[in-house]
């Protein structure tokens, strides 16, 4: 198993019709945008991860930006409270799995920079960048 991948994101794009859903949350709730934007993206990822059972979302967006059938990495949304300063998409290992021939493929940063684009566009959370972990290092990135 290789090193774990952090990739962060931003706030809602303006564009996108989640962001005034966001907007309009965060007053309702009497909270910060910032605040919202995090429950927001770990309701809909945590939901999305579980609805698409055996990883089957990741595995079709890794699909799509790497051009060729592959199993990813077991991923998780990660976000500790009000301490986190963005969303985070904690990808468990730093190589695919080609579907076929069973080969590891180590990500590269073309692949996920576009699974991040991808992200952006098809949820509307703004791609910020990532970050490969080494051993131990912490994902957190603190206020």
């Not at 931003?10 to 007053?27: C, F, L, Q, V």
């Not at 060729?68 to 904690?90: H, I």
Request: net charge negative; proline share 4%.
């Amino acid at each position: 198993m290789g090193n774990q991948i952090a990739m962060y994101f931003g706030h809602s794009i303006p564009e996108n019709p989640r962001h005034k859903e966001i907007e309009d949350r965060a007053i309702e709730w009497g909270c910060p945008i910032d605040f919202a934007i995090l429950e927001d993206f770990d309701w809909t990822f945590t939901r999305t991860l579980k609805i698409h059972e055996n990883n089957e979302i990741m595995n079709l967006l890794f699909t799509i930006v790497a051009n060729r059938k592959v199993q990813s990495p077991m991923s998780e949304v990660k976000y500790r409270g009000n301490t986190s300063l963005v969303p985070t998409l904690l990808l468990q290992d730093d190589f695919l799995t080609d579907a076929e021939t069973k080969e590891r493929i180590m990500i590269s940063d073309e692949v996920i920079n576009q699974l991040g684009w991808e992200i952006e566009s098809f949820f509307g959370f703004q791609y910020l960048n990532f970050k490969r972990l080494t051993p131990n290092e912490n994902w957190l990135i603190e206020k």
